[in-house]
């Protein structure tokens, strides 16, 4: 009997872990699939913005004014041979877009959209983004090693130095947030700025070095060197096509968005309407529409910046990028670090402390959220 009931529990416990695992990948699909369109729809809205500054049209004959422009490229690469160099490394050729679409894929999984909202919700899921975010630099220097072309590997190589240098500024940056939140967990940042402000007004300066940092990281321009046409053809992507080049594509926009994204959640208080503590009004406009519709317009706000950057600014030179990198973002955000450090510090010191303590009604929200 005893056996008996051990085999049933085993039966049950693989049953309810069978569900779970459907729930997870479920969700995972759930929020791939919307990506996907996201990105899509992201490069039409890339190329009307850009004609609009250019007085141009943009695309406008595929579809309605030029909606179903994004699938016709799509449909395009599909269909379109895959040529390899001949003297390439066939594996790593195909393995490094491979690993580019798949990271910019998987940091989304613990995105908060709003307080309870994200397929997984770790306690360290800003150091799990971060993480993510910096092992794409491999599938960049893998693609150009193995294209077996000086374009291609010397393009790798500025993307690496490139992507090394500003994460530096960015993990400092991220510094002074993590100390007045006191956790690695977005959703308790985005919790606390929820109940006091929101950390671009009292850490302005951090917040356009970031911002500039994620041009950088993100290879946009006026940073984007790696890709520059006069003088590399077209950087580590130079011998790839159809397919593989889509993936790099798609790589690098869901990439920026997902970099919109924490730039919400660090300094514009993520699905939060300005706070929920100051404005009454935002408790009960929040709960009828939807924090998740503040989130995408905060989103979509930084993301077109990205466009209007690109469309307006002149791209610089490598010297240029690595001395702002090193020489100006790094002394600063290094001192902000101990700035911040120092005024917390005699904050507690004298018993000062403005922050809200992680009480009943976190733990109530976070109760409700997806975890696996």
Wanted: proline share 3%; glycine share 6%.
């Amino acid at each position: 009997m005893f056996l008996s009931f051990i085999f049933i529990k085993r039966v049950v416990f693989s049953i309810e872990s069978y569900f779970s695992y459907f729930d997870y990948i479920f969700y995972t699909v759930l929020t791939l699939v919307p990506l996907l369109i996201v990105v899509a729809f992201f490069t039409l809205a890339e190329r009307k913005a850009m004609a609009a500054v250019q007085r141009r049209k943009g695309p406008n004959v595929v579809g309605i004014f030029g909606f179903l422009q994004p699938f016709a490229d799509g449909l395009k690469l599909v269909v379109k041979e895959i040529i390899m160099p001949t003297k390439s490394n066939k594996f790593l050729f195909v393995f490094g877009p491979s690993v580019t679409l798949f990271l910019s894929f998987t940091g989304w999984v613990s995105v908060s959209f709003d307080i309870y909202t994200q397929i997984l919700n770790l306690n360290a899921s800003l150091l799990y983004v971060l993480v993510i975010s910096s092992l794409g630099v491999y599938g960049i220097l893998l693609s150009g090693w193995a294209s077996n072309s000086k374009y291609a590997l010397m393009g790798a190589l500025r993307s690496v130095a490139q992507m090394i240098s500003y994460e530096v500024s960015i993990s400092l940056i991220i510094i002074p947030i993590i100390l007045l939140c006191g956790s690695l967990n977005l959703n308790k940042i985005v919790y606390i700025q929820m109940k006091t402000i929101w950390f671009f007004f009292p850490l302005l300066p951090l917040a356009i070095i970031f911002f500039i940092s994620i041009l950088a990281e993100t290879n946009r321009a006026p940073f984007d060197l790696p890709e520059a046409e006069a003088e590399l053809v077209a950087g580590y992507n130079v011998e790839y096509s159809a397919i593989l080049f889509a993936a790099f594509f798609l790589g690098e926009y869901a990439n920026i968005l997902l970099m919109c994204s924490l730039y919400v959640i660090f300094f514009l208080g993520g699905g939060a309407f300005i706070t929920s503590e100051v404005f009454l009004l935002s408790r009960g406009f929040s709960t009828i529409v939807g924090l998740d519709l503040f989130f995408s317009i905060k989103s979509i706000f930084i993301a077109f910046t990205f466009i209007f950057v690109r469309s307006n600014l002149p791209r610089f030179r490598f010297d240029q990028l690595m001395y702002i990198g090193w020489k100006i973002f790094l002394p600063l955000t290094l001192g902000f670090v101990f700035f911040f450090s120092g005024v917390l510090w005699t904050a507690d010191s004298l018993e000062i402390s403005s922050l809200p303590r992680m009480g009943s009604a976190f733990n109530y929200l976070e109760s409700l959220s997806i975890r696996f």
